[in-house]
T-cell receptor, first 116, second 115 residues
């Protein structure tokens, strides 16, 4: 889940396990959500997105689930690999009739560590 | 693939200096963004631009300005650098064409230290 303060939530898994990373978003009017992966020393990398008219979307080894009732987003990574170790954070956008220019609000992130 | 390039990975400047951070994207994106990323505070939007010569303040614009003279280039300017501007600066770009919502794509950041 998301955090306040300096300490990010952490998730440690064994290689080959499935990982689930959670995010509670803040704005019930948000209609677009993105998951990013940030490796040490690099910028955030787009993983997968989902629009509010969907509740599930699948990519390669990743699935995003959206529960608008409780304003909750999750990222599932199948068969987690050491290369998946990174900080993962969600972002939300409220389109506001097309005038938001795609501004995003970001969560604090979760540190995923995958042990060989 | 989208390529967002930030001109410097690491930069050290002195208090009071005028600092320029440059960002270039190669996908003809309309929208460009500057963020700073600090431990415990996440990504915070400084400024963004939705067209050439257009700019909008983000959440923390104080002490910064921006310039967008060409579509592919978006510059962040620290008018008089201060130690509290030591941070990781991230540039992003996003297309406005096609789907109403599209992801932002990020550069690898500039780690700026103000001494």
């Amino acid at each position: 889940g998301e955090s306040v303060g300096l300490h990010l939530p952490t998730l440690s898994v064994q290689e080959g396990d499935n990982s689930i990373i959670n995010c509670a978003y803040s704005n019930s009017a948000s209609d677009y959500f993105i998951w990013y992966k940030q490796e040490s020393g690099k910028g955030p990398q787009f993983i997968i997105d989902i629009r509010s008219n969907m509740d599930k979307r699948q990519g390669q080894r990743v699935t995003v689930l959206l529960n608008k009732t409780v304003k909750h987003l999750s990222l599932q990574i199948a068969a987690t690999q050491p290369g998946d170790s990174a900080v993962y954070f969600c972002a939300e956008n409220m389109d506001a009739g097309g005038t938001s220019y795609g501004k995003l609000t970001f969560g604090q992130g979760t540190i995923l560590t995958v042990h060989p | 693939d989208v390529k967002v390039t930030q001109s410097s990975r690491y930069l050290v400047k002195r208090t009071g200096e005028k600092v320029f951070l440059e960002c270039v994207q190669d996908m003809d994106h309309e929208n460009m963004f500057w963020y700073r990323q600090d431990p415990g505070l996440g990504l915070r939007l400084i400024y963004f631009s939705y067209d050439v010569k257009m700019k909008e303040k983000g959440d923390i614009p104080e002490g910064y300005s921006v310039s967008r003279e060409k579509k592919e280039r978006f510059s962040l300017i620290l008018e008089s650098a201060s130690t509290n501007q030591t941070s990781m600066y991230l540039c992003a770009s996003k297309s406005d064409r096609g789907l109403s919502n599209q992801p932002q794509h990020f550069g690898d950041g500039t780690r700026l230290s103000i001494l």
